[in-house]
Structures are given as structure tokens and as C-alpha cells.
């Protein structure tokens, strides 16, 4: 089993930054991909970003060149780091595993197995 705990969400204002962290624990290992989503009220939850185990990362559309991820392997940690950030980014974030060393890394929810219980992003303008 793979336990994951998101951190470091909270309330900013349009154009300011702030850094989400995932902590995983139990069978997580560095040959996992990990993934975050977001899911604002209303809409349905939406893919983000994603970090394969082979060191690939992948970006939403909507967050390419404002968004980046980085994992800490040592530590079992991934990084999202959320620069210019924009009312519609105001959602619930996710933190999701699937693994182990899976031939593609998915973009796709129900894709990922483990998931982590999420944490509120607000950016007010």
C-alpha cells in the first residue's frame, strides 16, 4: 500500500506563488510515477502535472510555464511549485501514485491507484 499526504496549500493572491509537497509512505518507491490534479467546485477533476520514474515530467496546458515539478527520491517527496498563479487555479489539489515502473506515464485519473486526501488552493485576485 501507498499512503500519500499533501502539504502546503492555502490562500494567495493572483500572481504570487506557493509550493504544494507530497509525502508518500509504505511501498512507494522511486519507481512509481506521480502525479498531481486539481478539482475546482463544480467541474471535474483535472489532470495538472506528472512526473514519470524515468524522470520525465508532463504539464497541463493550462499550468505549462507556470507550474513545475521536481521529486525528492531520498526523501519519498514531489514538489509542485506554482509560480503566477491565477484565480482559476483555485481548486482542491490532488497528489496520485501509480506503479511500479509502468511502461507510460498517464494524464488520466483513473489511471493512478493511490491518491492522497488533497488540499485547498484559493487565489483571490
Known amino acids: 500500500q501507498v499512503q500519500l499526504v499533501e502539504s502546503g496549500g492555502g490562500s494567495a493572491q493572483a500572481g504570487d506563488s506557493l509550493r504544494l509537497a507530497c509525502a508518500a509512505s509504505g511501498s512507494a518507491s522511486v519507481s512509481y510515477d506521480m502525479a498531481w490534479f486539481r478539482q475546482a467546485p463544480g467541474k471535474e477533476r483535472e489532470f495538472v502535472a506528472a512526473l514519470s520514474w524515468t524522470g520525465g515530467t508532463y504539464f497541463a496546458d493550462s499550468v505549462k510555464g507556470r507550474f513545475t515539478s521536481s521529486r525528492d527520491n531520498a526523501n519519498k517527496k514531489k514538489y509542485l511549485e506554482m509560480n503566477s498563479l491565477k484565480p482559476e487555479d483555485t481548486a482542491i489539489y490532488y497528489c496520485?501514485?501509480?506503479?511500479?515502473?509502468?511502461?507510460?506515464?498517464?494524464?488520466?485519473?483513473?489511471?493512478?491507484?493511490?491518491w492522497g486526501q488533497g488540499i485547498q488552493v484559493t487565489v483571490s485576485s
Open positions: 496520485a501514485a501509480r506503479g511500479p515502473c509502468l511502461a507510460e506515464t498517464s494524464v488520466y485519473a483513473d489511471a493512478y491507484n493511490y
